[in-house]
């Protein structure tokens, strides 16, 4: 039983790469219904059976959850680093291409607040046209 644990798990590691989550449906599906068929064949209990549906049901979802994980730190790590001569050459963030909060009271509470972008006031509905 640990070796149809451990492909299971690897089955649902690998589906991880090349298909969406609703293949995990029909998997779990059909690893179920082979299961209960070979615990029941080779005349097994009935609650042996259901350990074995809720063990076969549950590793390809832990393996689809771990292949995703997989996947993700793959594409994270081919990302491209920014070299040091890259992180002096790129100018300096400044305040005028940031989101800014402005208050037409004064006030930091006042309702009637207004927000600038760098291209114009869009408090007025203009959108900075």
Same mark, same amino acid.
């Given at each position: 039983?640990?070796? !149809?644990?451990?492909? @299971?798990?690897?089955?649902?590691?690998?589906?991880?790469?090349? %298909?969406? !989550?609703?293949?995990?449906?029909?998997?779990? #599906?059909?690893?179920?219904? #082979? &299961? !209960?068929?070979? +615990?029941?064949?080779? +005349?097994?209990? %009935?609650?042996?059976?259901? =350990?074995?549906?809720?063990?076969? =049901?549950?590793?390809?979802?832990?393996?689809?959850? %771990?292949?995703? %994980?997989?996947?993700?730190?793959?594409?994270?790590?081919?990302?491209?680093?920014?070299?040091?001569? /890259?992180?002096?050459? @790129?100018?300096?963030?400044?305040? @005028?291409?940031?989101? @800014?909060?402005?208050?037409?009271?004064? =006030?930091?509470? $006042?309702? &009637?607040?207004?927000? /600038?972008?760098? /291209?114009?006031? !869009? $408090?007025?509905?203009?959108?900075?046209?």
């Amino acid at each position: 039983m640990l070796l !149809v644990a451990i492909f @299971s798990f690897l089955v649902g590691a690998v589906l991880a790469g090349a %298909f969406r !989550v609703w293949i995990i449906v029909p998997t779990t #599906l059909l690893g179920v219904t #082979l &299961a !209960v068929t070979v +615990e029941l064949a080779h +005349e097994g209990r %009935f609650a042996s059976a259901i =350990g074995h549906v809720l063990l076969i =049901g549950a590793l390809p979802q832990f393996g689809y959850a %771990f292949g995703l %994980f997989a996947v993700h730190m793959l594409v994270v790590l081919r990302a491209p680093w920014p070299t040091v001569r /890259e992180a002096r050459q @790129s100018p300096p963030c400044t305040g @005028s291409d940031q989101l @800014s909060v402005h208050s037409r009271n004064g =006030g930091l509470g $006042s309702i &009637a607040g207004s927000i /600038e972008y760098a /291209e114009g006031d !869009v $408090s007025d509905g203009s959108m900075g046209r």
